[in-house]
Antibody, heavy 123, light 108 residues
Framework: QVQLVQSGSELKKPGASVKVSCKAS????????MNWVRQAPGQGLEWMGW????????TYAQGFTGRFVFSLDTSVSTAYLQISSLKAEDTAVYYC????????????????WGQGTLVTVSS | SSELTQDPAVSVALGQTVRITCQGD??????ASWYQQKPGQAPVLVIY???NRPSGIPDRFSGSSSGNTASLTITGAQAEDEADYYC???????????FGGGTKLTVL
């Protein structure tokens, strides 16, 4: 079955970096883009951006430029989110989600989602 | 604030029908997708496209759209439907996805 499995929780100090992985299985990895979504504690879902798994070209939402980097290793069907210079406000659950388009290529949705990775930034 | 607006909280009596709405200009051009999120769990797609349910989603969930408003309807709400529900569509430019602020559904 189609599945996204993310790496485990991380506890980091301010100023450090973290790399979250999202391993895909059950489908051709390069046929679907991958999105990243943040959920801060007690808050809603926030789209961070996406990466074209064919070309490796990333697109970042406003507010997620500079310290956030999306990357791929297509040989192991895995997408990565790296966050550098971590701040306390980066504490959140980070999700990857596959991007699916309808036959027109106009409407899309996210399915499935990874189980989420909690990143805690604290001194 | 999000470009998609949802009521923060809605309640429904067990077995009754509830409609959760999502408003935004982009909904005149793009369908919304809907996600259910229970505490401590990842979001799950429940409605996509015009009104499509993924495999495993009960047929009491349905979607509709009119003008700038998309709706998720649960006909005969069950206790297990108590969750946060998020709509997703495009931003006003149509270039990027955006989520609504979420609606907390309480089943009484």
């Amino acid at each position: 079955q189609v599945q996204l499995v993310q790496s485990g929780s991380e506890l980091k100090k301010p100023g450090a970096s973290v790399k979250v992985s999202c391993k895909a299985s059950g489908y051709t990895f390069t046929s679907y883009a991958m999105n990243w979504v943040r959920q801060a504690p007690g808050q809603g879902l926030e789209w961070m951006g996406w990466i074209n798994t064919n070309t490796g070209n990333p697109t970042y939402a406003q507010g997620f430029t500079g310290r956030f980097v999306f990357s791929l290793d297509t040989s192991v069907s895995t997408a990565y989110l790296q966050i550098s210079s971590l701040k306390a406000e980066d504490t959140a659950v980070y999700y990857c989600a596959r991007d699916v388009f309808d036959s027109s290529g106009y409407h899309n949705w996210f399915d499935p989602w990874g189980q989420g990775t909690l990143v805690t930034v604290s001194s | 604030s999000s470009e998609l607006t949802q009521d923060p909280a809605v309640s429904v009596a067990l077995g009754q029908t509830v409609r959760i709405t999502c408003q935004g200009d982009s909904l005149r051009s793009y369908y919304a997708s809907w996600y259910q999120q229970k505490p401590g769990q990842a979001p799950v797609l429940v409605i996509y496209g015009k009104n499509n349910r993924p495999s495993g989603i009960p047929d009491r969930f349905s979607g509709s759209s009119s003008g700038n408003t998309a709706s998720l309807t649960i006909t005969g709400a069950q206790a297990e439907d108590e969750a946060d529900y998020y709509c997703n569509s495009r931003d006003s430019s149509g270039n990027h996805p955006v989520f609504g602020g979420g609606t907390k559904l309480t089943v009484l």
